[in-house]
């Protein structure tokens, strides 16, 4: 710009924050000191209603939006959620937290190296499996980071998943700067209630085990040397903690020596797990000879 014939130049630097407001009513941002070339400013306070939500006159309509441009809180949001709010004590339950970023204008996101999880005090946790895909959602398409963990709860009662709270950075492309702007986010899901049901009474052999299992008996080969062992598996597949699957008991075996079992966890498709026993057997006599049921 000239003025006077002297040209003067300047530049605007923009901080972007995210508020979320713990009680409703009317309140004030605070001014806001800035230093600049060693002068203090300070910005103008602000008035603002709070409110529990959002009044229809307010709330946007996403079909209209998909033609407009994303808002900040669209660039990038989370969600958790369980694929069951009631259950017995001791069931499975899948937790999922999800990370959604525009998949569009170049957005992305800093997330922290050792991403915050909700503290899960009244749960044992299983295995965790992590997925990257794509979902439409706000009338948006989205890049999708999913967490999927498997937890277990150890009480009967109304138990809480915690909110998911933690803090990270936008980016998106500024096409009035020709670069890229950023802005610290709170990143926010709300709490999960679960509803957990005690067991009802247990038979004498009851060893913990809650969930839906079948079991499979694997054998390498029917025809065996006298002497020689071989490896027999007996695979426990299912939805449940496998911590509380015992060993299965094998009667005696009149014709071989039995020894192990070695244990293996396997994870499978849908969230379910195989426990492995893995027992030695040795053919002591020849002849035809019948593996008992387990």
């Known amino acids: 710009m000239v003025i006077n014939g002297r040209r003067t130049e300047s530049q605007t630097l923009t901080w972007t924050y995210t508020l979320r407001c713990d009680r409703q009513g009317k309140q004030q941002i605070p001014a806001i000191p800035v230093t600049v070339d060693n002068q203090q400013c300070l910005t103008n306070p602000i008035q ?3 409110t529990s939500q959002k009044s229809e006159t307010e709330r946007p309509d996403v079909n209209a939006r998909q033609n407009d441009q994303p808002t900040l809180d669209d660039l990038a949001f989370v969600t958790t959620s369980v694929d069951r709010k009631q ?9 999922t937290l999800s990370i959604y970023v525009l998949d569009s204008m170049g957005v992305d996101i800093e997330i922290p190296r050792n991403l915050p999880f909700p503290e899960l005090n009244d749960f044992l ?5 992590r997925t ?3 979902e439409n959602m706000r009338g948006f398409s989205y890049r999708v980071q999913r967490l999927e963990q498997v937890i277990y709860p150890v009480q009967a009662g109304t138990l809480t998943i915690p909110a998911w709270s933690w803090q990270g950075r936008v980016y998106w492309p500024d096409r009035n700067l020709f670069g890229q702007s950023s802005a610290i986010r709170d990143f926010y899901a709300p ?3 679960i509803t957990v049901e005690a067991l009802p009474p247990s038979p004498p052999e009851f060893s913990g085990a809650v969930g839906a299992y079948r079991a499979e008996s694997v054998f390498p080969r029917d025809t065996l040397t006298v002497g020689t062992p071989v490896q027999w598996a007996i695979a426990i597949t299912g939805k449940g903690n496998p911590d509380t699957v015992g060993a299965p008991r094998i009667p005696p075996i009149p014709w071989a020596h039995i020894s ?3 244990i293996d966890l396997d994870g499978r498709d849908g969230g379910e797990q195989a426990k492995i026993f893995t027992y030695q057997l040795t053919p002591l006599v020849s002849g035809e000879q019948e593996l008992p049921e387990i």
């Open 48 to 50: 603002v209603t709070i």
């Open 87 to 95: 259950v017995f004590q001791g069931e499975q339950i899948t937790l």
């Open 125 to 129: 946790q299983g295995p965790q499996n």
């Open 132 to 134: 990257v895909d794509r």
């Open 191 to 193: 709490p999960i209630t």
């Open 260 to 262: 192990g079992p070695e």
